[in-house]
């Protein structure tokens, strides 16, 4: 088998949870650095590709692929084992919802934050903020009832997990989480950052 090439630029939480999942099904890959401070992802060599000019992609043997979503389900479907989707047709939709809204619906606030953190100390609108962080502590309600006393989003670790346990770190940065009224979310968290394919990207 070919090695898998990941196009990769080290913080880029797209490229993390794909990562996650190759460490996940233990897949041998190399990486190769696109610096995206340097602008490396908009030469034109880069564009052939990926025409968004983002990372990452990969390139599988014949395969070339970009987005990290569509990546890790690819990588599901061509590696199948260990499983990261449920058997269930319901339950692969719900993965799939799920990934969704944390990605989609929770964006909003979560780039409110991360612009005004971009900011000089200085410059920080706090009431911004604090309105932003508020607006994620109530959409994350959802994956607290979801999660009930589950170990994993899906109940077992599946590509939910994968997928949004980069955004979750970085919201701890942000001083979203821990939060006293989302225990499971800090649990889940918590377990997460205990899996080797997770401690590997922190």
């Avoid at 490396?40 to 990969?58: R, S």
């Avoid at 990261?84 to 047709?89: E, G, S, V």
């Avoid at 969704?100 to 929770?106: A, I, K, V």
């Amino acid at each position: 088998m070919a090695t898998i090439k990941l196009y990769d630029f080290l913080s880029s939480p797209n490229c993390q949870r794909v990562k996650v999942v190759l460490a996940e099904k233990k897949l041998p890959y190399e990486t190769v650095p696109i610096d995206l401070k340097k602008g490396e992802q908009k030469k034109p060599e880069y564009l052939k590709l990926n025409p968004y000019g983002k990372v990452p992609v990969i390139i599988d043997g014949a395969t070339v692929l970009y987005e990290s979503l569509i990546i890790n389900e690819y990588l599901e479907e061509k590696y199948p084992e260990p499983p990261l989707m449920p058997k269930d047709h319901g339950k692969k939709a719900k993965v799939r919802i799920l990934i969704d809204y944390g990605m989609n619906h929770l964006d909003a606030p979560y780039q409110t934050i991360r612009k005004e953190m971009m900011k000089d100390e200085k410059e920080r609108d706090q009431t911004v903020i604090d309105k932003a962080r508020q607006e994620l502590k109530n959409l994350l309600g959802r994956f607290e009832r979801e999660l009930g006393d589950q170990p994993y989003l899906a109940g077992d670790f599946s590509l939910a997990d994968a997928a949004l346990i980069p955004r979750f770190t970085r919201l701890e940065g942000m001083g979203v989480l821990p939060d006293p009224s989302l225990p499971s979310v800090g649990a889940w968290v918590k377990r997460m950052k205990d899996r080797p394919s997770v401690r590997a990207i922190l």
